[in-house]
């Protein structure tokens, strides 16, 4: 089992994710340059659609996984290897069985893609493209869960390696088939060859770890632990499906009621939004594990600082990630895939807004899962669910495209933002929440006033081209930085992750000397 520090897991994950993201993310772009210019906008559209169909068939998942990782925090710090084999064995039967209802359901919902495509593209062999993301999905679920024991053990870096090693590989040969064959179905095959590859590399490395799994594997829960897994389950299942229903069904929407092309345009800045949610994600993600561990480990009276700290981390990621977004990607889609894949500015500001939301949300989901608080509110995604696809519909019939990013704004403010805040801190922290909700506002404040610093200097940025770009990008650091220190400098959480880095790097350059 990992033996180093939370805090030390907590960097070498962020660094080594950081890294690996990055590396994605180029590649990730790259790709989608080969694809904008050998392939039409109503690919990309079809891309982003099927993509988008698929995350709203993986709420078959139902919360097995989170239910299953949470539950494996304990054993992992304890180092009891019985517990973890049960646990994982538990996990196997249920993600293969998952992986079946996956691709039965995408199946039943092939011939109903003339409904939800309102203009039908001219694309030859749609139904058998769709069947190949529908493979893609399905074949993940089946090796998937070796995954979980690396999350509850802290050691996110080897996934991320795995994860870069599949990237690196899918991007060229991508490239390469689009370049000599601009052929979208052998595109496709290449995507489903790597991530059945990266599966098994994951595969490989848990046996290389974790070699008692495969010695353990007839080894089954006992019945009070299955009792407790299968109520976690059902407290997460609706949770799922009201999430998921929520995340992932914006470009279905736009497709019937505004056009698959619009969903095209679209991607592309989904794609910058994502790209940047991946680096940003991850740094969070990175640490779950960690905070799984201190929440195994560490008195209650702790966990609200640790909370608030990573709600300062988060507003330094996502803050700064909201006024680059808003600022930056309107140039950079003009810059790198041209004039024709530019969408207004308003549109922008609200899909930036729903990223920020999102991402800020992601410290309490994180402490809702890590202390289990499955059962509470478990009702509240459904409706969000509903409320979201109500919304978005009728604004999407009135306003267009804006109006389904603005129907996901508004569903999140009335439903996720002061709901999720008050389950872990009545039924965790035991605490009142103003505090927390105090810095949110505060953090959104500071994130609108950096905005408006941006847009304003940048009407003083006379040149034109990569060097306009580059220095609106310089203004986005300085905007964002100033308001930072004139604000929040004093705060406790500032000065505690201050002192962290400061100590991290203090040790790191001791050791470069000796």
Same mark, same amino acid.
């Given at each position: ?15 080594? #994710? ?13 790709? &989608? ?29 139902? #919360? ?6 949470? $539950? ?23 993600? =293969? ?13 092939? +011939? ?7 203009? =039908? +593209?001219?694309? +030859? ?44 590989? &899918?991007?060229?040969? =991508? ?21 059945? #590859? ?19 594997? &007839?080894?089954k829960l006992d019945k009070r632990d299955l009792l407790k897994i299968k109520n976690d389950?059902? $407290? ?5 499906? #009201? ?22 345009? @679209? ?34 009276? &702790? ?9 300062? @981390? ?16 309107? +140039? ?10 530019? !969408? ?100 959104? !404040?500071?994130?609108?006033?950096s905005i408006f610093i941006c847009e304003f200097l940048f009407k003083y940025i006379m ?27 004093? =705060? ?23």
């Open positions: 089992m990992n033996n180093k520090s939370r805090t030390t897991n907590s960097i070498i994950n962020s660094i080594i #994710g950081v890294v690996s993201q990055g590396s994605s993310i180029i590649l990730n772009f790259v790709t &989608r340059l080969v694809f904008v210019k050998c392939l039409n906008e109503e690919y990309l559209g079809v891309n982003g659609l099927f993509s988008n169909i698929l995350t709203v068939l993986s709420l078959a998942e139902l #919360g097995v996984g989170t239910a299953i990782i949470y $539950s494996l925090y304990k054993p992992v710090a304890d180092k009891n290897e019985l517990k973890i084999s049960a646990l994982l064995n538990y996990y196997r039967k249920a993600y =293969q069985i998952i992986g079946i209802i996956i691709t039965v359901l995408g199946l039943l919902l092939t +011939p109903f893609l003339n409904v939800i495509i309102k203009d =039908q +593209p001219d694309i +030859p062999n749609l139904e058998f493209i769709y069947v190949l993301f529908l493979v893609n999905t399905a074949s993940s679920y089946f090796f998937a869960y070796r995954r979980a024991i690396f999350s509850a053990d802290q050691r996110e870096s080897v996934l991320l390696k795995c994860r870069l090693a599949f990237s690196i590989i &899918r991007a060229i040969l =991508q490239c390469v088939i689009l370049l000599t064959t601009k052929n979208f179905i052998l595109f496709l095959i290449i995507q489903i060859l790597c991530t059945i #590859g990266e599966n098994a590399l994951v595969y490989y490395y848990s046996d290389r770890y974790y070699p008692f799994i495969k010695l353990n594997k &007839r080894i389950i059902k $407290s997460l299942m609706i949770y799922k499906v #009201g999430s998921t229903v929520l995340d992932g069904t914006d470009n279905i929407i736009l497709s019937a009621f505004v056009g698959v092309v619009w969903v095209g345009k @679209l991607s592309n800045y989904t794609l910058i939004s994502g790209a940047v949610s991946m680096l940003a994600t991850q740094i969070i993600t990175s640490i779950t594990g960690s905070i799984g561990n201190f929440i195994a480990t560490e008195k209650k009276s &702790r966990y609200e600082e640790l909370l608030l700290k990573i709600l300062y @981390l988060s507003f330094i990621i996502y803050g700064f990630s909201f006024v680059c977004l808003n600022c930056l990607s309107t +140039p950079f889609v003009e810059m790198v895939f041209g004039n024709n894949y530019k !969408l207004d500015t308003n549109i922008v500001f609200v899909l930036s807004l729903n990223f920020y939301i999102f991402g800020m949300m992601n410290s309490i989901w994180t402490f809702r899962t890590t202390m289990g608080l499955f059962k509470y509110g478990k009702y509240r995604p459904l409706v969000s669910a509903v409320i979201n696809v109500v919304v978005s519909i009728l604004l999407a019939k009135k306003i267009g495209m804006i109006g389904v990013l603005i129907g996901t704004t508004i569903t999140r403010v009335i439903t996720n933002v002061w709901y999720d805040p008050y389950i872990v801190y009545k039924y965790g922290l035991k605490l009142s929440s103003k505090k927390y909700f105090f810095r949110w506002m505060e953090y959104l !404040l500071l994130s609108i006033i040149f034109t081209g990569i060097l306009s770009f580059v220095l609106k990008c310089f203004v986005c650091v300085f905007s964002f930085i100033i308001p930072i220190f004139l604000f929040i400098s004093k =705060q406790k959480e500032f000065k505690s992750l201050e002192n962290i880095f400061k100590n991290k790097i203090q040790v790191l350059n001791d050791r470069i000397h000796k």
